[in-house]
């Protein structure tokens, strides 16, 4: 049974930095992890995924910004964000597949089947 718990959201300045965490099950261990977020009124949309190679990938808009990271030995997939903007704001999910990762994290939210419930970030 695949379980996705995020933790570590709230609310930080302009330029700040704030690190978010989801814990996974043991199952899930081997699947590929991402990073999706949900502004309000807007699609969700890719921030970064880590392959179970650890390759990972990033959206455009969070590269050198935002750096995704797994502790395989607790089963706890990170999100560290630096520099933080007002635009960064928005609800974040943890995800998973048991397939390959994409190569892209831009239009790939219907290729996760597993999710968390989400941690608001918001940015001032």
């Known amino acids: 049974h695949v379980q996705l718990v995020e933790s570590g959201g709230g609310s930080v300045k302009a330029g700040g930095s704030l690190r978010i965490s989801c814990a996974y099950s043991?199952?899930?261990?081997?699947?590929?992890l991402a990073w999706f977020r949900q502004a309000e009124g807007k699609e969700r949309e890719g921030v970064a995924l880590?392959?179970?190679?650890?390759?990972?990938v990033y959206a455009d808009s969070v590269k050198g910004r935002f750096t995704i990271s797994k502790d395989s030995a607790k089963n706890i997939l990170h999100l560290q964000m630096n520099s933080l903007r007002i635009e960064d704001t928005a609800m974040y999910y943890c995800a998973a597949t048991p397939f390959v990762c994409p190569t892209s994290v831009r239009g790939v939210a219907s290729d996760f089947g597993y999710w968390g419930q989400g941690t608001q970030v918001t940015v001032s």
């Open positions: 043991e199952y899930s261990s081997s699947y590929c």
């Open positions: 880590i392959d179970q190679d650890y390759t990972k």
